[in-house]
T-cell receptor, first 113, second 119 residues
Framework: LAKTTQPISMDSYEGQEVNITCSHN???????ITWYQQFPSQGPRFIIQ???TKVTNEVASLFIPADRKSSTLSLPRVSLSDTAVYYC??????????????FGAGTRLAVHP | GAVVSQHPSRVICKSGTSVKIECRSL??????MFWYRQFPKQSLMLMAT?????????EQGVEKDKFLINHASLTLSTLTVTSAHPEDSSFYIC???????????????FGSGTRLTVV
């Protein structure tokens, strides 16, 4: 599966919108883009997954351009509790539960009062 | 939604002893589970793929004799750290994905992790 690259860290303030961009230049046709959130001393938690264009759920939006070589996770109106590490991964859900998820360094988001 | 339960959440053991960590899929069956370890301020590193009814597949550099994995049923995988040493102290996390249906759209579910401290 394709490797991903994302900023190591970001800072924001409460109430702001945060956009984290991830590049995945070698993404394959069957691959999806998936984002996870991890708090200290907890396992990662699934946030959102998409294939192309835009996906939105109650937590975030995911924007994927036509060439799919990058994606942007958008967190609306962040709060202090959104301080966490965010991982962008390429996943192949069509393969069932058999494909490995390889984590990159992630983006450490710090939300300030 | 899919739930993965991991136990214990933290364990302290003496150097040279063995520790077993359990990972259970509570509301789905998982023929494959994954084990990760994570050091402070670092990302998750995949250790091995646990396969129900067969041998685990280890990532390069992971000692299979030290990290024993058993996946005896469709809902339980165990990781045993044998002859633990202080350098094995880490955060161990398991994951699995529910098969079929809408769950395919919800990525992998991770356990809450096990903090192992070897003294």
């Amino acid at each position: 599966l394709a490797k991903t690259t994302q900023p190591i860290s970001m800072d924001s303030y409460e109430g702001q919108e945060v956009n984290i961009t991830c590049s995945h230049n070698n993404i394959a046709t069957n691959d999806y883009i998936t984002w996870y959130q991890q708090f200290p001393s907890q396992g990662p938690r699934f946030i959102i997954q998409g294939y192309k264009t835009k996906v939105t759920n109650e937590v975030a939006s995911l924007f994927i351009p036509a060439d799919r070589k990058s994606s942007t996770l958008s967190l609306p109106r962040v709060s202090l509790s959104d301080t966490a590490v965010y991982y962008c991964l390429v996943d192949r859900p069509g393969s069932g539960g058999y494909n490995k998820l390889i984590f990159g360094a992630g983006t450490r988001l710090a939300v300030h009062p | 939604g899919a739930v993965v339960s991991q136990h214990p959440s933290r364990v302290i053991c003496k150097s040279g002893t063995s520790v077993k960590i359990e990972c259970r899929s509570l509301d789905f069956q998982a023929t494959t589970m994954f084990w990760y370890r994570q050091f402070p301020k670092q990302s998750l590193m995949l250790m091995a793929t646990s396969n129900e009814g067969s041998k685990a597949t280890y990532e390069q550099g992971v000692e299979k004799d030290k990290f024993l994995i058993n996946h005896a049923s469709l809902t339980l995988s165990t990781l045993t750290v044998t002859s633990a040493h202080p350098e094995d102290s880490s955060f161990y996390i398991c994951s699995a994905r529910a098969q079929g249906g809408a769950e395919l759209n919800y990525g992998y579910t991770f356990g809450s992790g096990t903090r192992l401290t070897v003294v």
